[in-house]
């Protein structure tokens, strides 16, 4: 089971797809659903630890804005535990909206640079496009190891 990291990171569809084929998607959800069921982590708005801004800082410079930098404290990691990825773009927000474009960019920029195997898709603009768009997710997801073929 490969872990991948897909982007956007909040994608539904895109973790789905993941799982489907028999790998770990390595998604925002998860990672909040951590944050927000962690004993001794207060209740949001207060959902970082005192540690978390400091992570930020491997990621971003401390010029950058702290929401990018409180973003890549949690992105960064994911990014490092990689071994594959998808990134889709071009896409609607409803498909997985990250908020911010600096965040977005640098997020790119190091899943790229991780020179893991990597399937770069525009998100699709009509059915036949959505289906090839999908064929080209199972087929990379079925190239990775350990992949599973159960859609």
Do not use: W
């Amino acid at each position: 089971m490969a872990k991948v990291i897909i982007y956007p990171t909040n994608s539904l569809i895109l973790s789905d797809l993941v799982e489907r084929f028999g790998h770990k998607p390595l998604a925002m959800m998860e990672k909040i659903k951590e944050k927000v069921a962690t004993v001794g982590v207060d209740s949001p708005p207060l959902n970082i630890t005192a540690e978390e801004p400091k992570n930020g800082l491997k990621y971003a410079a401390v010029e950058v804005p702290a929401g990018v930098r409180g973003r890549m404290a949690i992105v960064g990691p994911m990014v490092d535990d990689a071994e594959a990825g998808i990134i889709v773009s071009e896409s609607p927000m409803a498909f997985g909206c990250m908020g911010c474009a600096r965040t977005n960019e640098l997020t790119k920029f190091l899943i790229r640079d991780r020179g893991i195997p990597l399937l770069e898709l525009d998100f699709p603009k009509d059915d036949d496009e959505g289906q090839e768009f999908v064929y080209k997710i199972a087929d990379f997801l079925k190239s990775l190891p350990d992949g599973e073929a159960e859609a």
